[in-house]
């Protein structure tokens, strides 16, 4: 039996892997911060945009079970890459033969068990919301404005995300007012970013719908 895959398909194999890229590298990264004029923020906020595009997209043209899955099976390999970055620091290492030292190795890869839970809980809660909110809008607008769609479900589930993972990571670390000021620059950087991804997204739409020949979902899809 021949095995074979759709362009409808492949196109969804190719948004999912690079969904779950951007959400691992996202969380490998998180521990540099980096400033803006006198704004300090995470790294891991670099391939959130991408993320976000990919939402959007796996949103518009494979409905709510298509995100719902691609969800899933980005929580599923954070767990497999946190587990793996585990294993690696737990390792016993060979001083003579290694090029970087354990605690060098842990200085970049040491991501606790509290910052994991807080950035899968978060992601979780606000996978969902954004899912909901799109096609909540989607379905208001008969599928008209993509605009609306696309921006809105990333300004609510943003807040939730955003807060969750500065909180969770930085609470005992950093000052209240640190975190929440951080916090407030991550996620306005977040959403102006969105703002100007815009054009995106209609650029992958004329693509995907035009040249590729595949539909979107239909707004009243509740699966």
């Known amino acids: 039996m021949r095995f074979e895959l759709t362009r ?8 999912v892997a690079l969904f779950v890229t951007c959400l691992l590298v ?20 670099v391939a959130f945009p991408i993320a976000f595009l990919l939402t959007d997209i796996v949103n518009e043209y494979y409905g709510r079970r298509g995100a719902r899955m ?3 099976v980005g929580m599923a390999m954070l767990v497999v890459g946190f587990a793996i970055i585990m ?21 970049v890869f040491g991501l606790t068990g509290r910052l994991f839970v ?13 899912i909901y909110t799109f096609h909540l809008v989607k379905r208001v607008t008969e599928s008209r404005h993509l605009w609306l769609r696309a921006v809105g479900s990333t300004i609510l589930s943003q807040v939730v995300d955003t807060i969750f993972v500065n909180f969770g990571a930085q ?15 991550s996620y306005l950087y977040k959403i102006i970013v969105a703002i100007i991804l815009t ?21 009243g899809d509740e699966e």
Not at 8 to 15: A, C, E, F, G, P
Not at 118 to 130: N, P, R, T, V
Not at 199 to 219: E, W
């Open 26 to 45: 996202a969380d490998i990264v998180a521990g540099k911060f980096f400033r803006i004029g006198g704004i300090a923020m995470s790294t891991g906020t």
């Open 171 to 185: 609470l005992g670390h950093l000052g209240f007012e640190e975190i929440w000021e951080i916090t407030l620059y």
């Open 199 to 219: 054009p995106l997204c209609y650029l992958a739409h004329g693509i995907i719908t035009t040249r590729m020949g595949i539909d979107p979902a239909p707004h």
């Open 87 to 107: 294993a690696a620091r737990l390792a016993p290492i060979a001083e003579r033969e290694t090029y970087v030292t354990q605690a060098s190795f842990d200085n």
């Open 8 to 15: 409808q398909h492949q196109l969804y194999v190719v948004l």
């Open 118 to 130: 807080a950035s899968l809980i978060a992601y979780l809660i606000s996978q969902f919301l954004d």
């Open 70 to 72: 691609m969800t899933g």
